[in-house]
């Protein structure tokens, strides 16, 4: 009998405790102090563990509504987390004033909650380490932007809204996180509670969606408005919000401009889901779940079971990335469908597509890539310069063109109830330069000419007055310090603790 209530023996099984305090010691070190932002751990029951360099808090969660609260434990030296601020380094001038800042001067938004969710997943690793802001990660290519970190900037994705039932608020000194988005969406098409499960995984009787950790932004919605027809939401991944609030500021992005000035923007931003990276922050806005609830939990990961690799953020694998995605979740795509009667969606150029009736890479899984101009210097709205010295820009202009292509198409055939639209350039030119760089300021000006595009499309149509749109980064760009090198393994490998690191999940099994 006993044998049948045994838990599974598991290919990776979870490392001994005095093997990961060995692994903290060392990540903890002076030596890696320049690259280890801080390291988290769960210590099973509700109870978590995040140190840095130079403090360590242990904190519990306990059951609050259908969400959780969160308690200190204990605190040895400084609590690295202390600090949640979500509005720190805002604006362009104070982003220029703090290029990777120091974990003394930075803030961790919703950081209790964003590291302990990692652990409600069966594949989470034994220690996640997340680093410096300042770290010139070669392992990822040495970019000069990076994104990862559960820190204020890279944190930081862009949110606004305007159009037909939106209120025009302007620029609100405030925040939202990621997974609000889809209830907010929800909420203003005019849905109706359904039921579902909350964050803490209980019921949740106001849910919008099947699996609902996000809230509704209520102020966004404007009461005496009827829902609009049509909801247009355009992802620009990987844009930073401060160089793009600059940008409309100096007329060099008039269609976020026009949107700002019409709709409401959050200066704070919309906070990221951890890891703050691209695959899981695109479910997360989609599905209105965490990352460990959805599914998608990192870029790549291992499977506990069987040992194996998921890779979801790669070309072979981004389109079948969704096989991942949990049947406990609902996407945007699937609520709508279920909400308004007689909805059509697309998803344009997005991997997250589960449930649209027109998806880009449905059509790649049965074979059929849309058509793609082959010459980037042929592609309207792509700088030249870059174009012609980065094959990144040319590449991802061609994409995105692409797509723009797909919106006119979708919408001449009568506009869907829910477009969803995805923008690569800008996060390829950010990595390249920085978020500040001039090839990320063109990147933004191009894509803010091809949001120009979709916007003289819903125009066209008629449809201006009946239509929403939402403009959101799924993770913000931060600047690295070139100087900053190195990598955690060596030490580890000396140490001879065994290490297994998918980009900063570390399963310290052999
Ligand atoms: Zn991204």
Redesign the pocket.
Known sequence: MEERTAAPALALPHAPDDRRERALDILCSDELEPIVELVAWSMGQDRFGVRAHDGCVIYGRVRDGHGWSYSIESVDGRNPLADQATGRFTGIDQLRASPYPDRRANSYPHAYDELAQIFDHRDAPDVYAVHTAAHNWEERGGNRGE?GSVDSVQSRAVFLAAGSGIRSLGEQDRSCRIIDIAPTVLALLGARPSGGVGPNGGPRADALLARQDGEIIPELIDPAASPPAHVVCVLI??CNLDVARDLAARGEAPSLARLIATGSLFTHGAIASSPT??LP??TSAITGSQPAHHGILHNAWRDRATGARIVTESPATWAFAMNNLSSDVETLFAAVARSVPGARSAAINEPCDTGADFSTFAHVRAGAMPAIDSAGSGVPHANAEHTAADEGYSWCSMIDHAAVNQFVQQWSDGPPTFTWINFTLV?TAGHKGGPDSPIARAAIHDTDARLGELLATIDDSGKSGSTAIFVL???GMEDTDPAVKGDWQAALDAAGIPVTDEQGFLYLTA
């Open positions: 994104h991944d990987g990276v691209t922050n695109h996060d980064s799924d993770h």
